[in-house]
């Protein structure tokens, strides 16, 4: 072979091999071409589609979560087999979507149930008229012994067909263990012996604020003995209504009761505000119904100076009072010196039916007191009264 043959030889490709060549090198430019051209929305539309599965990953496990959270309270506190209804509903995108807004925190007394029959009744009024009433996520707290927590539990499973709601769990002896010496306290000023008020969870909302979680910023706090007639979420919404300096919301008491509890201190300063009626007088309050908000009860030095003995000692000295209606009473003394703290709750908010004062040496100025226009949204069946059907 000549060398120039064999030169042609190295040099050259077959005819084959530049086909391919070729080909591949077609290939390059036309991937070149598309991609300069597209590379921005294939990366965005890439990009969306990584976001959206990780949007609903995301979703799904919040979903799953809240659902195994729920299941786990429930299996605590009640027996029997837990349905998907009654731990947040099918899994669709709309049942998802109720469970995200905020919640809105409840916590309802309830204790030594197990012995009162009455209480159980108006105990299911209370839960089943509220949720009827509402499309607000609730979270609710049972306030009381663990025997009334799993009765409460069956109750609610039993009576109420929504699912916008979810028990917590309450461990009722670290709470009361952490404010021992102020309920001791509280109890031994504002309370006799044989009072209905003399259980330590009537003292409870003065200084729940130091043992509650620090997630929970708001709280609606109610007995057990009411009827709702209006949405639990415009209540919640009075919280917009406080000044700067108000740290709870609470009602007048609809009686003369402590026109009566200061007759005292009435006597012998008159033409004092003391145990007037609305709306001019420092008429005293009924807790049957508050509006706590929890941040600024953590946050106020003025509020946590005065939930001491000392200080209601002091005050009960002063005004001449001997109250036995638990922590309305202290909230009632706080407020004849700092009313700045306290946003006075419509009476329509917390409409109590009791008239045990009527007759009694009051009804001269009974109506004064009783009197509350406008729709009722909450009725309040103090003192065993029966609520209207």
């Given at each position: 072979m000549s060398t120039l043959s064999r030169i042609r030889r190295t040099c050259c490709p077959s005819k084959e091999l530049s086909i391919v060549t070729l080909g591949v090198i077609l290939v390059g430019i036309v991937f070149l071409y598309y991609n300069s051209g597209q590379s921005n929305s294939f990366s965005r539309e890439n990009k969306q589609f990584h976001r959206n599965n990780v949007l609903e990953e995301k979703l799904k496990s919040l979903k799953d979560g809240r659902k195994q959270e729920k299941v786990e309270e429930i299996n605590i506190l009640s027996t029997g087999e837990v349905h998907p209804k009654e731990v947040g509903g099918e899994n669709t995108p709309a049942a998802m979507d109720r469970?995200?807004?905020?919640?809105?925190?409840?916590?309802?007394?309830?204790?030594?149930?197990?012995?009162?029959?009455?209480?159980?009744?108006?105990?299911?009024?209370?839960?089943?008229?509220?949720?009827?009433?509402?499309?607000?996520?609730?979270?609710?707290?049972i306030l009381g012994d663990m025997e009334s927590q799993k009765l409460a539990a069956s109750i609610i499973k039993e009576n109420v067909k929504s699912d916008n709601y979810r028990i917590v769990v309450l461990d009722i002896e670290d709470i009361t263990h952490r404010l021992y010496d102020l309920v001791k306290d509280m109890q031994s000023k504002f309370s006799g012996q044989r009072s209905y008020y003399h259980d330590a969870l009537f003292f409870l909302s003065i200084a729940i604020h130091k043992v509650l979680p620090a997630h929970i910023h708001r709280v609606i706090m109610l007995d057990a003995d009411l009827k709702f007639q209006g949405d639990i979420k415009d209540l919640y919404a009075l919280f917009s209504n406080f000044s700067a300096t108000n740290v709870m919301g609470i009602a007048h008491e609809a009686q003369p009761v402590y026109r009566h509890q200061f007759h005292q201190y009435r006597s012998q300063n008159k033409g004092t505000r003391v145990g007037e009626p609305p709306p001019n007088g420092l008429t005293g309050f009924n807790s049957g119904v508050l509006l706590l908000d929890i941040d600024r009860m953590r946050s106020s030095a003025v509020y946590n100076s005065l939930i001491t003995a000392e200080v209601a000692e002091q005050l009960k000295k002063k005004y001449s009072f001997r109250g036995h209606l638990g922590d309305q009473c202290f909230f009632t003394l706080l407020s004849l010196?700092?009313?700045?703290?306290?946003?006075?709750?419509?009476?329509?908010?917390n409409r109590q039916l009791c008239t045990w004062w009527k007759g009694k040496g009051y009804d001269d100025v009974f109506d004064l007191y009783f009197r509350c226009e406008g729709h009722i949204n909450i009725y309040h069946g103090n003192c065993n009264t029966k609520i209207p059907d």
């Open positions: 469970e995200l807004p905020e919640e809105i925190n409840v916590i309802i007394t309830f204790t030594n149930a197990h012995s009162s029959p009455s209480l159980q009744r108006k105990f299911t009024v209370t839960v089943t008229t509220m949720l009827a009433a509402t499309s607000a996520p609730l979270a609710l707290h010196e700092h009313e700045d703290l306290f946003y006075v709750l419509p009476c329509n908010w």
